[in-house]
């Protein structure tokens, strides 16, 4: 069975988002830093070479593979920002409904920047997912 290569380090997390080149991107990122430092009371850190990640968990598949994972976390690609919203979206139709300008995968909100979604409803978002996982 292959390895996991995402896994949690001791980068810094400041200079990772530092290094960011386009400053709308570095700006949003720090804003989003804040936000998930504030929902879920747990420190950043650097999963793999661009996740930052908070909290943990772990799984366990049918096939017997395990690991750990972050709860809740983002990433700023070059093609967007991306969230991890490990709860997935079906339960949040309406919170949905409400964001704004996104798209989605199974567990990826993808944003091209913060001014395109409603910051409530992405911290309400972020929020209930954090909780969901808590419990």
């Given amino acids: 069975m292959a390895e996991l290569k995402t896994k949690p380090n001791d980068e810094s997390v400041s200079n ?3 290094s960011i080149e386009e400053p709308q991107k570095r700006q949003d990122a720090f804003e989003i830093l804040k936000m998930m430092e504030q929902i ?3 420190p950043p850190k650097m999963w793999g070479t661009s996740i930052v990640g908070f909290g943990d968990y772990r799984y366990k598949y049918e096939s017997g593979r395990e690991g750990d994972w972050f709860i809740t976390g983002f990433s700023p690609r070059k093609q967007n920002l991306t969230l991890y919203i490990m709860s997935g979206f079906d339960r949040y139709d309406e ?7 996104y798209k989605t995968g199974k567990s990826c909100l993808y944003i091209k920047k913060l001014s395109d979604v409603d910051a409530k409803v992405l911290r309400d978002l972020v929020e209930a997912s954090y909780r969901y996982f808590k419990k």
């Fill in 16 to 18: 990772f988002l530092n």
């Fill in 40 to 42: 879920t009371q747990s």
């Fill in 95 to 101: 919170l949905m409904s409400k964001l704004g300008k």
